[in-house]
């Protein structure tokens, strides 16, 4: 009886813990969320801000050159960002870390993504705004109407499944 009760509690906790699909633990901002103000350029000079972020699906991504998890999913990022409705321009990715460690990244990022390069030594504009926490992160961020500030629609990205044209 007792061996049974253990099981029933062990299945109970684990039932708990993947309601959300995860145990693990959030790494931004999460479905339903409103993005924080910022305000930053691109490695083209391009201006970026939240109000950017109110015109349609925009596809945003944080990866860190020191993260394993972010350089395996890195390429299907790349494979999949062209999918993403409204191409180059509704894809946003940020890469935490220094000029010489991200080069790499960046570079591979440019032709799928508008990319913004953020430092390890002082949170950005758009780690702040997204309330990073940890790598990677993949997300859809939308406008909302009800609160005239963009809120994540979608996370956790399964990366191996095209985008749906609409």
């Known amino acids: 009886m007792l061996s049974l009760g253990i099981i029933k509690r062990l299945r109970d906790q684990a039932e708990i813990l993947n309601r959300d699909g995860s145990s693990n633990p959030p790494v931004s901002v999460g479905m339903g969320d409103e993005i924080g103000e910022f305000t930053t350029l691109t490695l083209d000079a391009e201006p970026v801000d939240d109000a950017s972020l109110r015109h349609g699906d925009t596809l ?35 890469v935490v870390g220094e000029p010489e ?30 309330d990073l926490q940890g790598f990677p992160a993949v997300l859809v961020v939308s406008p909302s109407p009800e609160y005239g500030r963009p809120v994540v629609t979608a996370d956790n990205i399964d990366l191996d499944v095209p985008v749906p044209a609409r």
């Open 60 to 94: 945003v991504a944080f990866f860190s050159p020191s993260c394993r998890p972010c350089q395996e999913k890195l390429p299907k990022f790349v494979d999949f960002a062209p999918s993403f409705p409204g191409g180059r321009d509704k894809v946003l990715a940020v």
């Open 101 to 130: 460690e991200a080069a790499d990244m960046l570079e591979r990022l440019r032709p799928v993504a508008r990319v913004v390069r953020e430092s390890t030594t002082e949170k950005g504009e758009m780690s702040k705004a997204f």
